[in-house]
């Protein structure tokens, strides 16, 4: 059992910066991937980055260049440094995990991330 908490959401004007963080209760078997996720009202859920336990990177086309995802491996612990923030970019911001050797998601229960204009 591993839960994952968020923390590091709140209120920014547009072209500030944030950093999330994604705090395990324990190690992720691996291989594995963590990731950001966000959704916000009327639309679906979509990827904004991962870091898998190769450390290997994917980003959203969107956020490229503006945000950093990074993993301290001792505190099991995995961040999103966002600048540039954009009224777009407002949204509910769940960190996720997945253990691919025991077919396990992981799901936080978000952080609010809400850019002003």
């Known amino acids: 059992q591993v839960q994952l908490v968020e923390s590091g959401g709140g209120l920014v004007q547009a072209g500030g910066s944030l950093r999330l963080s994604c705090a395990a209760s324990?190690?992720?078997?691996?291989?594995?991937?963590m990731g950001w996720y966000r959704q916000a009202p009327g639309k679906q859920r979509e990827m904004v980055a991962t870091i898998s336990s190769s450390r290997s990177t994917n980003y959203a086309d969107s956020v490229k260049g503006r945000f950093t995802i990074s993993a301290d491996n001792a505190k099991n612990t995995v961040y999103l440094q966002m600048n540039s923030l954009k009224p777009e970019d407002t949204a509910l911001y769940y960190c996720h995990a997945k253990s691919f050797l025991l077919a396990i998601d992981y799901w936080g229960q978000g952080t609010q991330v809400t850019v002003s204009s």
């Open positions: 324990r190690s992720i078997s691996s291989p594995n991937v």
